[in-house]
């Protein structure tokens, strides 16, 4: 069985920052591209960044500069530091591995509300 189990959402003031973290299990998760995703209310899902097995990361344009996504493979586990929050940043965030190998596949987390007040 894959599973993905996000923590660390919350409600933090704009500038303020939050670290999001996505441990997974049932994957070969060091062969394994993690990726975090957001949808806000009334908006699609977008991808906000992601990390492949050799830890080349791709970030969307709202958040370069102020996140940064990060993996440790002894403990199957990645993380979003997000930092100078905005507003907008506001949506559930959303964990996810695309698979390769054994259970090989797309799989999502439940996800997590991170909430900014201005």
């Known amino acids: 069985q894959v599973q993905l189990v996000e923590s660390g959402g919350g409600l933090v003031q704009a500038g303020g920052s939050l670290r999001l973290s996505c441990a997974a299990s049932?994957?070969?998760?060091?062969?394994?591209?993690m990726g975090w995703y957001r949808q806000a209310p009334g908006k699609q899902r977008e991808l906000v960044a992601s990390?492949?097995?050799?830890?080349?990361?791709n970030y969307a344009d709202s958040v370069k500069g102020r996140f940064t996504i990060s993996r440790d493979n002894a403990k199957k586990t990645v993380y979003l530091q997000m930092n100078s929050l905005k507003a907008e940043d506001t949506a559930v965030y959303y964990c996810?591995?695309?698979?390769?190998?054994?259970?090989?596949?797309?799989?999502w987390g439940q996800g997590t509300q991170v909430t900014v007040s201005s």
């Open positions: 049932g994957i070969i998760f060091s062969i394994s591209t």
């Open positions: 996810n591995a695309l698979a390769y190998g054994f259970r090989g596949g797309n799989y």
């Open positions: 990390i492949t097995s050799g830890s080349s990361t």
